[in-house]
């Protein structure tokens, strides 16, 4: 029997079909223990101790130094462990499509191969859902059940607020990462610019920020099907337009491209790598432009 939507049934169904097709798509991307583009950081500091003969004299703190009188040096340690963060925007706006599939489930198809590609790798997954507050927070984990647990979030979570507010959400994150993480933002980034840019800035300070914009498939920003009534779904603010209108087309496109504009300021700004994925495509075209670009830019947190 076909489960009905919004059933339990139905939710365990999507999850398991999302997991399906991750696991069986994503094979080809994983090279040895890690993703070429996602790796860690290198050399973490643990600690100082007194200057030994044989030591680098590169790696004197000539702070501690200078307060003791005796030399000592700065111990690191190979870092391998690499944490992946997905904050996921999940307001009312990724509810929309005029496609196969909403733009929230293809973020959440996004997510579920790239998280199995991870989890190949062994890093440790992290989880924040966001709207105009925090829906959801997942600490880092590795491991079957935080992949299930993740999936299952990210496909599934119902939403308690509508509208977005990606400014707080990256703060948020920030604090509950403390130790540098390969960050993936997936929202349509339709939040105001002035709002989320700064916020965006400081996380990409510390962080390997990616930044996934999530549109529905076929999209444009005004189809010419005449007057036409459009339903904004994070105010619920209903607009009727003239389509075939060529003024407000212009007027649309001129102001979608700005926007895109602005994202790609934005990005820079962050040292933020930025993808676009849309919805009905082959979501492992979009992991791989990702990997590519991440590995490009530099591919390991700054």
């Known amino acids: 029997m076909k489960p009905q939507p919004g059933s339990a049934r139905s939710a365990v169904a999507r999850v398991r079909g999302l997991e399906f097709r991750a696991r069986g798509r994503i094979q080809d991307l994983l090279q040895g223990g890690h993703l070429s583009a996602f790796r860690g950081t290198g050399l973490r500091f643990r600690e100082v101790r007194s200057y030994t003969e044989g030591d680098d004299p590169r790696h004197i ?36 499509g005029v496609g196969r ?3 929230r489930e293809a973020a959440a198809e996004f997510c ?31 491991g079957p ?13 119902p939403a308690q607020g509508r509208k977005t507010d990606l400014g707080a959400a990256c703060d948020q994150l ?4 403390p130790r540098r993480a390969v960050i993936l933002v997936l929202s349509d980034f339709r939040d105001d610019p002035d709002r989320y840019g700064p916020a965006l800035k400081r996380l990409g300070v510390r962080h390997d920020v990616n930044l996934v914009r999530v549109e529905p498939e076929s999209f444009h920003p005004l189809p010419d099907r005449g007057l036409t009534e459009f339903l904004d779904a ?10 075939s209108d060529p003024a407000l087309a212009e007027a649309l496109n001129r102001a979608e ?14 040292r933020a790598v930025v993808v676009s994925h849309h919805g009905g495509r082959e979501t492992i075209d979009s992991v791989r432009t990702l990997i590519r670009r991440r590995a490009m830019a530099g591919g390991a947190p700054r």
């Open 61 to 96: 703190d000539w702070n501690v130094t200078a307060r003791s009188q005796t030399p000592f040096v700065k111990v690191f340690e190979e870092e391998r462990e690499l944490t992946v963060a997905f904050m996921v925007d999940v307001s009312s706006s990724l509810d929309t």
């Open 101 to 103: 599939v909403t733009v």
């Open 112 to 142: 579920a191969q790239m998280a199995m590609a991870c989890f190949g790798s062994q890093e440790r997954l992290a989880l924040m859902l966001h709207s105009d507050r925090l829906e959801l927070w997942l600490p880092p984990a590795r």
């Open 145 to 157: 059940a935080a992949l299930s647990r993740l999936l299952r979030e990210v496909a599934v979570h």
């Open 174 to 177: 920030a604090r509950r990462l």
């Open 234 to 243: 994070e105010t619920g603010e209903q607009v009727l337009l003239d389509t």
């Open 257 to 270: 491209s700005d926007r895109l504009g602005r994202l790609d300021e934005i990005a820079r700004k962050a």
